[in-house]
């Protein structure tokens, strides 16, 4: 079992001596920032129960049949989509077989591949919740615990939140499930009431340092991307991986053009409409415009025309209603002209 970091470690201790004492619920509910591990930490847990070699509250062993069969593979999946120097996509064929167990006493539910389309489903159906009530049903092959981790929990949709709740009501001996997610706001809370709760923290920012070090970032990308992650080690190493940071640094240096007059709302919209990443980019936009509202709230110099904190707050909802918008049938230039229009003018006016 490899050496989880300091955020996953210390929960994961604290539920093992749970474990060992009789506590360990029924059903957990792990939480946390987006990717700060949730999924890796149920894995944990779910080794754990199924290890035939560890006693009390020591973690998996990782070398008996029963680890080996329930450790997922870090190496890059044989992912069809991205390229020899890209990360995994995630949403392909052999992205989602990667995620799977071979452990006959344990099931994974995470969002599958719709065999209509070939393309990943947005949301966990109610027949994936209907089939794991089916299992759960049976008698464990191995002749101990039974396991289920629901990755993305947020993602049921409302029929199989429902299946779901009837499987929390009625708990049995040896079966376990864990459901991870960065959002639990949008699990009924009739599902979180049923669960014990294992909230994860952001790590201290040497911690987090040491970590992306350890993954083999230069220490100065690792410091920016960081600092841009505001401290989540998980979402900067994402970002560097997938050239995040990139794409952030030449938002804000287009939308720095825009308010300086060197670049036209009309400009940027064309060349932003092109680009399959523009969900991404108004993301990156808004968090630029939420970024400058608190340094000239606190006073921070910077190299660009004065604001009105309080506008920028307002084109900050504005962008983030504009990338709602383009998730309808509008034109993405005719969606992004009037807001780039309103950037403008928020310094325009200052």
Known sequence: MSKLPVW????????????????????????????????????????RLLCTSAQGDAPACGTCRACLRTCVSEQRPSCSNAKASEPACGQCRACVDARASRHPDLRIVSLEINEKTDKLRTEIAVEQIRKLSEWLALTSQQGGAQVVIIEAADLLNRNA?????????????????????????????????????????????????????????????????????????GVADHWLRDGTMETRKAVHSELLRISKGAMGPLELAALWAKDEQLPLRLVLAADFAALLSA???????????????????????????????????????????????????????S
């Open 8 to 47: 996953q470690a210390q929960p994961l201790q604290r539920a093992l001596s749970a474990l060992a004492e009789g506590q360990l619920g029924h059903a957990t509910l792990i939480t946390g920032p987006e990717q700060l591990g949730q999924s890796a930490l149920a894995r944990a847990l779910a080794q």
């Open 295 to 349: 340094r000239l709230a606190t006073g921070d110099a910077i190299a660009m025309p004065k604001a009105d904190p309080q506008r920028l707050g307002q084109w900050f909802a504005q962008a983030n209603a504009c990338r709602e918008l383009l998730s309808t049938t509008v034109r993405s230039d005719l969606a992004l002209v009037p807001l780039l229009i309103a950037w403008r003018e928020v310094f325009a006016q």
């Open 161 to 233: 939140a429902n299946a779901l709740l009837k499987t929390l009501e009625e708990p049995a001996p040896g079966r376990y499930l864990f459901l991870a997610t960065a959002r639990p706001q949008r699990l009924p809370a009739t599902i979180r009431s049923r669960c014990q709760h294992i909230a994860m923290r952001l790590p201290d920012h040497d911690a987090a340092l040491d970590w992306l070090l350890a993954q083999g970032h230069s220490s100065e990308r690792a410091a920016a991307a960081l600092s841009a992650a505001r401290g989540n080690p």
